[in-house]
């Protein structure tokens, strides 16, 4: 069963920093372009970030730039968002997605044919 795998969400104060984990098991993530995802309360589903297959072309949200900062390691099968300078309306749940094509910015979920379940982060104090 193909699944990816989210860890690293938590409870952090403003200011504070997270480094979120997307693990793929049961495949490859290394001809996958890696998506990052969030969904606060009561709002949609927003992209965050995304990585192209060998890190060669990376995109963020303008919410996030020079905060945020994707990488993977696909020798651990591994994507990571690192969370500096959090703030309050980074709350939210983040979900990881793979595609396995070149997909569109901003991103359209349905580019993404595999999801994790998502982990929570709140930033509060």
């Known amino acids: 069963q193909l699944q990816l795998v989210e860890s690293g969400g938590g409870l952090v104060q403003p200011g504070g920093s997270l480094r979120l984990s997307c693990a793929a098991l049961?495949?490859?993530?290394?001809?996958?372009?890696i998506g990052w995802f969030r969904q606060a309360p009561g709002k949609e589903r927003e992209g965050v970030s995304y990585i192209s297959t060998f890190g060669g072309s990376i995109m963020y949200a303008d919410s996030v730039k020079g905060r945020f900062t994707i990488s993977r390691d696909d020798a651990k099968n591994t994507v990571y968002l690192q969370m500096n300078s959090l703030k309050p309306e980074d709350t939210a749940v983040y979900y990881c997605?793979?595609?396995?094509?070149?997909?569109?910015?901003?991103?359209?979920?349905?580019?993404?044919?595999?999801w994790g379940q998502g982990t929570q982060v709140t930033v509060s104090s």
């Open positions: 049961g495949f490859s993530l290394d001809y996958y372009f």
């Open positions: 997605a793979a595609c396995s094509y070149s997909p569109t910015w901003p991103p359209r979920e349905n580019d993404y044919a595999y």
